[in-house]
């Protein structure tokens, strides 16, 4: 037990070229022109100032921002991971962050908040929860009739999205379940990490890879966003997007615009080369461990999508949000203005 909580904890805090030259004078004299062309092509660069997030969200930019650490970026892409949206929130507002990935209803408030100042520019991660149980009873969500359930995420989107599913699936949340909730993913984790231990539970990757990694008996029941799906096709379970400082894309268009290119680029090698990427999501502190993320990459549903489908689908989810709690989205729908790129 000490074993895992230890990496729960973790994870919730989540190579010279030699002139040649008759001339010492002259080498030197090179040499000294050639830094400073490299300090000017240095000065030209736009300096993009981004927030991350431990955990899904931050998994699709591992390979960029890698990339720009090592000077292969067309401008320098200096991003910064943090265990929480609350650290990243009062940035953005304040001018100190111009580009974050962030839960998708944490966008919608800032985008209240900020007065219109942000703008949401794609997608980036789909849902992350799973059903999970040490058993083998629950196939469908009207197998959870009756259950006790685990969950994290009391008055938050965890609890929203179990409750609109079961709801949808025609069970009452307040009378036909008993659902528990803790403080922290790390608690439940370790509590399904527990051998001989036949609770059922809604868990998030990358805590479901680290509570099987302690217990080969965990099996994932039921995947939440295929249950989001069938019960509502015209929104997404959304779990994370990319958001903008709407002057900053305004007076850089071009740049964001490449910067976008890039981001979906790098999310793409996370799906091609996802060993690499989780080698880089632990190296940079994103997650734990690279076995970890390796485990948990397949199933946390990185993906690119913007302009009119992502309208389309974020709005769809929003609104069953606010449903369910107007002030979980900042009171209201967010205007069209809100989408970056659609119509």
């Known amino acids: 037990m000490k074993k895992i909580l230890s990496v729960l904890m973790a994870l919730c805090m989540a190579v010279g070229l030699v002139a040649c030259g008759t001339a ?56 910064k991971i943090y265990a929480t949206a609350q650290e990243i929130v009062p940035q953005i507002v304040q001018d100190e962050i111009d580009v974050a990935l962030l839960p998708a209803n944490v966008a919608s408030n800032l985008y209240h908040q900020t007065e219109g100042k942000v703008q949401v520019a794609a997608i ?32 938050n989107t965890p609890e929203y999205v179990l409750n609109y599913i079961l709801t949808q699936n025609g069970i009452n949340p307040q009378t036909d379940v008993t659902i528990e ?55 997404s379970l959304i779990t994370g997007v990319l958001v903008v400082n709407r002057e900053f894309a305004q007076q850089n268009a071009k740049e964001f615009e490449l910067f976008l290119k890039n981001y979906k680029e790098s999310i793409e090698f996370a799906h091609k080369v996802p060993a690499e990427v989780a080698k880089l999501s632990a190296h940079y502190e994103i997650v734990p461990k690279a076995g970890i993320a390796l485990k948990a990459l397949p199933q946390c549903n990185l993906i690119y999508i913007d302009g009119d489908e992502m309208k389309t689908r974020l709005s769809g989810y929003l609104k069953v949000l606010m449903e369910q709690n107007e002030k979980s989205i900042g009171g209201s729908m967010p205007k069209d203005d809100f989408y970056y790129g659609a119509k």
């Open 124 to 155: 980036n991660t789909l849902g992350v929860l799973y059903m999970v149980e040490n058993g083998d009873t629950i196939h469908s969500v009207a197998d959870l009739k009756g259950k006790t359930i685990y969950s994290t995420g009391k008055n």
């Open 181 to 235: 909730y803790k403080s922290e993913a790390t608690e439940v984790a370790a509590l399904m990490a527990e051998e001989g231990n036949e609770a059922i539970a809604v868990l998030p990757q990358p805590y479901v890879a680290i509570a099987q990694s302690q217990n080969e008996n965990l099996r994932v029941a039921l995947d939440l966003t295929k249950e989001w799906d069938s019960v509502s096709p015209d929104s």
């Open 24 to 79: 010492p004078s002259n080498s030197s004299s090179n040499s000294q022109q050639e830094t400073v062309q490299s300090s000017s092509q240095e000065d030209e660069k736009l300096t993009f100032r981004i927030a991350a997030m431990k955990g899904p969200t931050a998994m699709g930019i591992a390979k960029l921002m890698d990339e720009s650490k090592w000077n292969r970026t067309p401008d320098s892409y200096q991003v």
